[in-house]
């Protein structure tokens, strides 16, 4: 069932993670191998968390409970950039609240929808560490923006438009 799900190249990328810990250890990988089933199917979806979970020899249940927490992991398709907007206090003190309604307003999407097309998906984010650059938001999971004010908006939704998107 395993090598079904996963191509061989993931399954040796989930044996480099499990060998970073001891034997009796192995579900301290979690994060990475669902990392890495996202990075290869681009959401991890209940089966795929089963399927880790029977390679970690964990529960499913805990497995989920990870996936759920965390914010980065993408439980269905997202569009091609993911656009995490901070709503709490802060950065909401800041404009971060005025910040995701431009954005919504520009993608002609809510909060928590995918524009038509499959290039944007935008979601609401718990504090992402940078109170002081309010409002801020990541971009994919990997690239903060900081100040983000309405004309910085535009500039990124159009940049990554035309870099990638369509």
């Not at 399954?11 to 191998?33: G, H, I, N, T, W």
Request: charged share 20%.
């Amino acid at each position: 069932m395993i090598s079904e799900s996963f191509s061989q190249a993931t399954l040796a990328r989930f044996a480099k993670e499990v060998a970073k810990y001891p034997a009796d250890q192995k579900q301290s990988a979690v994060m990475a191998c669902l990392a890495i089933v996202q990075q290869e199917k681009g959401y991890v979806s209940v089966e795929s968390e089963k399927v880790v979970a029977d390679y970690l020899g964990m529960a499913p249940i805990a497995v989920h409970e990870v996936t759920t927490f965390y914010n980065m992991y993408n439980q269905q398709p997202v569009g091609k950039f993911k656009l995490n907007v901070c709503t709490n206090l802060p950065c909401q003190l800041r404009d971060g609240g005025a910040a995701l309604k431009h954005l919504e307003h520009k993608l002609g999407i809510s909060m928590g929808e995918t524009t038509a097309d499959g290039v944007f998906t935008l979601q609401q984010s718990e504090c992402l560490g940078a109170c002081a650059d309010s409002p801020v938001m990541l971009v994919n999971d990997r690239t903060m923006c900081s100040f983000m004010s309405n004309d910085k908006l535009d500039q990124l939704v159009d940049g990554l438009r035309e870099a990638g998107g369509q």
